[in-house]
């Protein structure tokens, strides 16, 4: 997989001017950049998977509208897409912190190399595994997935800096067992914290998955996870 190359400014496709869920206990605005070389079936940001495309949001009006929300805001998140195949990401976050704003960073750890170059400008990470190494491929469709995934994730738990695990659960692509293995890894890896979203409709292009409605996680799985991971804080979102 290869990163972008060549761009000078960042690629937008849109953004959120005022999330309370995007960045945990700050007030965020997110914004989403262009490209994503993986297909989840659950992906509820299918049209920014294209590098390219007609409505990009311009990164120097959004740095703009950033400075009108200067002592409004906390913080600004990264999101996508995947925001970490841009080279132009590191130059964004500059910029975005010299407004004030704290950095949020929302990957699927696919670039682990472009992941290290700007951890250090990041103050929060929100890194999404998919799934148990074995069953990677199975989510995003593509050959050797976990490999950067869990490079991305070994990085994570090495930095100094604040991050989740977040995972997006459907009972038709994540079983018992796959939660419990997944579990029992993240608490191998010593990750600190868990956070389980279950599948939402809304957005989603899998006319199956849209068809079966949002999913509610068990009771009974979310206490076997926290038995088989005790040293992990596992919630539910
Ligand atoms: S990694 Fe994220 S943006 Fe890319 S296909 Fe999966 S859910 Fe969508």
């Not at 976990?146 to 930095?159: G, H, I, V």
């Not at 419990?180 to 599948?199: G, N």
Request: with cysteine; hydrophobic share 45%.
């Amino acid at each position: 997989m290869q990163q972008i190359r060549n761009e000078e400014e960042l690629r937008l496709g849109g953004r959120m001017p005022l999330s309370t869920l995007d960045y945990p206990g700050e007030l965020a605005a997110v914004l989403f950049c262009r490209g994503c070389p993986w297909r989840c079936p659950y992906c509820h940001n299918a049209a920014l998977r294209e590098a390219g495309g007609e409505a990009d949001e311009d990164f120097a009006g959004a740095l703009s509208w950033l400075e009108s929300r200067q002592g409004l805001l906390d913080a600004v998140v990264f999101s996508g897409g995947e925001p970490t195949r841009q080279k132009a990401l590191g130059a964004a976050m500059a910029a975005v912190r010299d407004l004030g704003f704290k950095i949020g960073l929302h990957t699927a750890g696919m670039f682990p190399e472009a992941l290290a170059d700007v951890l250090p400008s990041c103050d929060w990470v929100g890194c999404d595994i998919k799934a148990p190494a074995a069953a990677y491929d199975r989510i995003t469709g593509i050959a050797n997935s976990a490999d950067p995934a869990l490079a991305s994730l070994q990085l994570l738990t090495q930095a100094h800096v604040a991050f989740e695990v977040r995972t997006t659960w459907h009972p038709a692509l994540l079983t018992p067992t796959d939660m419990t293995a997944l579990a029992d890894e993240l608490d191998r890896q010593e990750v600190p914290t868990w956070v389980i979203q279950p599948f939402q409709p809304k957005g989603c292009v899998d006319e199956n998955l849209r068809a079966a409605g949002p999913a509610a996680f068990p009771d009974e799985l979310l206490e076997t996870l926290r038995q088989t991971a005790p040293g992990l804080s596992i919630t539910v979102r």
